[in-house]
């Protein structure tokens, strides 16, 4: 039974460009959250995705954008990259956006120099 | 604003011994709580959890004790051992918010053999 999984697991960007992060939700899971954890931190609630849509959000600006699929899987778009957007980005799934508990994926680990 | 406090970003405890971490918030509308043990390279994985209905929960060598006057929770593991080692988040969420998890900045246990 795969967990969530998560692609890449590395990339390297530079300021101003985008990047595309994608996720897989654990099989049976239909909400997708996203969440940013800089280094020495926690994870930081970005948004989380459910029938499609875009259901809650954290504090993140507009640069932040995601997108959930018909098949529950979603990506997780950043524009106009910052050296300070550099971070482990952790996806996490969930049946229902009231679950409790968050299955999460070992993340993208995204460098922007 | 942090709403979850870990305090300590690093404990080490001799295998057999307790292992005790803890955490405090500050939100009280927070009404659910969790921890995640993390390795490197990997994704948190859910560990145990406790509503605020309860001041107890226990799983195997795992015992979660909430103080909701103080705002308090703590994670016993005992007896501690080497695999115990990881980064432990604590983790909040309330009703209302599509249970999005509030995370502590994380302790990092070592249990030495």
């Known amino acids: 039974d795969a967990g969530v999984t998560q692609s890449p697991t590395h990339l390297i960007k530079t300021r101003g460009q985008q990047v595309t992060l994608r996720c897989s939700p654990k099989?049976?899971?239909?909400?997708v959250s996203w969440y940013q954890q800089a280094l020495g931190q926690g994870p930081q609630f970005i948004f989380q995705?459910?029938?499609?849509?875009?259901?809650q959000r954290g504090n993140f600006p507009d640069r932040f954008s995601g997108h959930q699929f018909p098949n529950y899987s979603s990506e997780l778009n950043v524009n106009a990259l910052l050296l300070g957007d550099s971070a482990l980005y952790l996806c996490?799934?969930?049946?229902?956006?009231?679950?409790?508990?968050?299955?999460f994926g070992a993340g993208s680990r995204l460098t922007v120099l | 604003d942090q709403q979850v406090k870990q305090n300590s970003p690093s404990l080490s405890v001799q295998e057999g011994r307790i292992s005790i971490l803890n955490c405090d918030y500050t939100?009280?509308?927070?009404?659910?709580f969790l921890w995640y043990k993390k390795y490197p390279a990997e994704g948190p994985t859910f560990l145990i959890s406790?509503?605020?209905?309860?001041d107890k929960n226990e799983d195997g060598r795992f015992t979660v004790f909430l103080n909701k006057s103080a705002k308090h929770l703590s994670l016993h593991i005992v007896p501690s051992q080497p695999g115990d080692s990881a980064v432990y988040f604590c983790?909040?969420?309330?009703?209302?918010?599509?249970?999005?998890?509030?995370f502590g900045s994380g302790t990092q246990l070592t249990v030495l053999p």
């Open positions: 996490a799934s969930s049946l229902g956006i009231g679950a409790n508990v968050l299955t």
């Open positions: 099989s049976g899971h239909d909400t």
């Open positions: 995705y459910y029938e499609e849509e875009e259901r």
């Open positions: 939100n009280s509308m927070f009404d659910y």
């Open positions: 406790i509503s605020s209905i309860k």
């Open positions: 983790a909040a969420s309330a009703a209302g918010s599509a249970r999005q998890l509030t």
